[in-house]
């Protein structure tokens, strides 16, 4: 079996899984989650009680995952957006569904970074510093962080050297399209400079790793 057909296999399995949070229509955003990543996701929260999850580039994906919290009675989510447009779609499909009270969404243009990598930009260092911090004072350490932007790869380097001071000990770190080279070369990076080991499973292109305490 190629790689295709065995990622579109496991997509198709994912949406029969994911199907009691499925209850709307949600279009597909740029730099979506597929269905496989997005249950493994699911998974992890809900094999790992995570709680505080924060995201780096949002979706429809994040609407399905506020539905989950929200059926499950708890944990609240933190996302981060560039794209004016899709942060507004995601924020409204969230105030529409009633959603408000565990998701949220912060449209952060991409800027000068300290911590990105040569001539990369990375989410305003003021706006994210101002939200997660009121985020983590309310709900505690984040448990869970979701790597899924900016788009390409080593623009989302800053994400662990920006919030490795609010992981939780034990938190997941989880990284989107872990099978292209520019976010593998990150993975690396981090992998020596963090001390964490990643596993990629190639049908979802997620890699995970936990945060040491």
């Known amino acids: 079996m190629d790689d295709s057909l065995a990622r579109e296999i496991a997509d198709l399995a994912a949406l029969q899984r994911l199907a009691p949070i499925m209850t709307d229509y949600l279009p597909n955003t740029a730099q979506?989650?597929?269905?496989a990543?997005?249950?493994a996701v699911v998974d992890e929260v809900l094999l790992g009680s995570r709680t505080v999850l924060v995201e780096c580039g949002c979706g429809s994906s994040s609407v399905v995952l506020a539905r989950f919290l929200a059926k499950r009675g708890f944990g609240h989510l933190l996302s981060i957006e560039?794209?004016?447009r899709t942060a507004a779609f995601v924020a409204g499909q969230l105030r529409r569904e009633g959603l408000g009270h565990v998701a949220r969404v912060v449209h952060a243009p991409l800027d000068a970074h300290p911590a990105a990598l040569g001539t990369s930009t990375w989410y305003s260092p003021r706006l994210v510093h101002d939200e997660v911090s009121a985020f983590v004072d309310r709900f505690g350490l984040v448990d869970l962080l979701l790597v899924d932007g900016p788009s390409l790869g080593d623009a989302r380097y800053p994400?662990?050297?920006?919030?490795?001071?609010v992981l939780a000990p034990g938190a997941a770190v989880l990284v989107d399209d872990a099978d292209r080279p520019g976010e593998q070369a990150v993975l690396v990076?981090?992998?020596?400079?963090?001390s964490l080991r990643f596993r990629t499973t190639p049908r979802t292109s997620l890699a995970t790793a936990l945060a040491l305490g």
């Open 37 to 39: 990543a997005l249950a």
């Open 159 to 165: 994400a662990l050297p920006v919030l490795r001071a």
């Open 189 to 194: 990076r981090w992998a020596e400079e963090f």
């Open 82 to 84: 560039h794209d004016e």
């Open 32 to 35: 979506e989650l597929r269905p």
